[in-house]
């Protein structure tokens, strides 16, 4: 390690260790090695502009986030929610099943896990306090557990920053996570199940089967976004970034004009919001981009590769390990850090050992997820105590399990990739 690229290391454990964001540690750190590497800290800006002009894609980031604004702000939310609890609300554990649907259903409109939890999780965690069936602990937890889904089930913020890092295919990515996310639903409404049975909830009142029809086309042009995206995007009729565009334009029209529900005020909102929020992840992608140059610089990807190659790591060993690596990090890390700036250190390791991209792609990208519910960090858990006020030890205290089953659902994604590459093979993925 040279000296430049150890202070650079060092500035940056300094300023995150006193808590400065993640952000400006990272900027400062790079121009920390810049100056003392004698590079003037005017590469930085070139490094920055070339990144960005090169990356297309990455103006999808803000679109998705007006989407999931504007469906917050709305009454597609409660519609949506309504639709859940006719369709499983009235199965032991009924509410826990509908906030687990409700996830399923707005992963296709946000992409954004903390868009979840804040918005839909809010409405959702308020009905299961109020029927008096389950703790303000395990109404919180759920709603955590089952806001990770949001960002694996198309479309995915955290798939677009990996797409713009490793050069894959966005839209494979995006079929990639579509069954991996059904398949953390799963797991999340069998332990719900197990653990409404054990703690014998009480069933909620069923909505009688003559309603779920009206339920249904209630929520109906809400439940078509995420058809309209998919099909925008494999269909050939948009680019991703393209089709974010439209999931923003149709969530406003769906809102403004067909459920009336969205004031120029609110709008007004909505969009500061949205600035401030892409904002904020456009510093940690700028700070990476500048970061990544430096790493490059050092050669420390290819360094990774060979000696990994060298100890003859099966595929399988470098996998495990690498998301073990990763669910340490997750937990004092956010998924964008981890996406933008570790992420790309092992990706000419995996093109070595002949690790598909995608697959790779995919199970980091839900590794990341799960980071966001693992204490001491999990911002999900901070995101949800400040929105309910619910203390974070009795979020802390329920969350155990519903971390469990998805731990064992990524081992199962991690031995067996073909669970995250059908889809994509069937719509001609070669890998």
Request: glycine letters at 10%; a neutral charge.
């Amino acid at each position: 390690m040279t000296l430049q690229f150890a202070l650079c290391l060092l500035t940056l454990f300094f300023l995150a260790g006193i808590g400065t964001p993640v952000a400006y540690s990272i900027i400062v750190s790079s121009f920390v090695y810049l100056t003392v590497n004698g590079q003037g800290v005017g590469i930085a800006g070139k490094v920055l502009m070339d990144g960005l002009y090169q990356s297309f894609i990455l103006l999808a980031v803000p679109l998705f986030i007006v989407a999931a604004n504007i469906m917050n702000a709305g009454t597609i939310s409660d519609r949506l929610l309504q639709f859940c609890v006719a369709a499983v609300g009235r199965f032991r554990g009924g509410l826990g099943h509908v906030n687990i649907v409700a996830s399923l259903i707005f992963s296709g409109m946000s992409g954004s896990a903390v868009a979840d939890a804040a918005g839909i999780g809010k409405i959702i965690i308020g009905m299961m306090t109020r029927s008096g069936h389950y703790s303000r602990g395990y109404a919180a937890a759920i709603t955590a557990a089952s806001a990770t889904i949001g960002p694996v089930i198309p479309p995915s913020i955290p798939m677009v920053l990996y797409a713009l890092v490793s050069n894959t295919s966005i839209g494979y990515l995006f079929l990639g996570g579509i069954v991996p996310g059904l398949f953390m639903g799963a797991v999340l409404m069998m332990m719900n199940t197990l653990i409404s049975t054990r703690r014998n909830f009480a069933i909620e009142e069923p909505v009688p089967l003559r309603d779920l029809p009206r339920q249904t086309a209630n929520a109906f042009p809400a439940l078509l976004m995420p058809a309209i995206l998919l099909y925008g995007i494999y269909g050939g009729v948009t680019t991703p970034t393209e089709a974010a565009a439209v999931a923003a334009a149709y969530a406003l029209l769906l809102a403004g004009l067909f459920y009336r529900a969205l004031s120029l005020r609110a709008l007004y909102g909505i969009l500061v919001d949205s600035a401030r929020s892409s904002a904020a992840v456009g510093l940690v992608i700028g700070g990476a981009l500048i970061l990544n140059y430096v790493v490059a610089s050092e050669n420390i990807p290819n360094i990774v590769a060979q000696s990994l190659v060298g100890l003859d790591v099966s595929p399988l060993a470098f996998l495990i390990g690498v998301n073990i690596l990763f669910l340490l990090l997750g937990c004092v890390l956010d998924a964008t850090t981890i996406i933008l700036v570790i992420i790309p250190l092992f990706l000419p390791a995996c093109e070595e050992l002949g690790i598909d991209l995608v697959h790779f792609g995919v199970v980091a990208v839900i590794n990341c997820m799960i980071g966001l519910i693992t204490p001491p960090y999990g911002i999900l858990l901070f995101v949800i105590n400040a929105v309910t006020q619910i203390p974070l030890r009795e979020i802390i205290g329920e969350i155990w399990a519903f971390l469990g089953v998805l731990l064992l659902a990524l081992a199962a994604l991690i031995l067996f990739p073909g669970i995250v590459l059908w889809l994509p093979r069937m719509f001609g993925y070669p890998g």
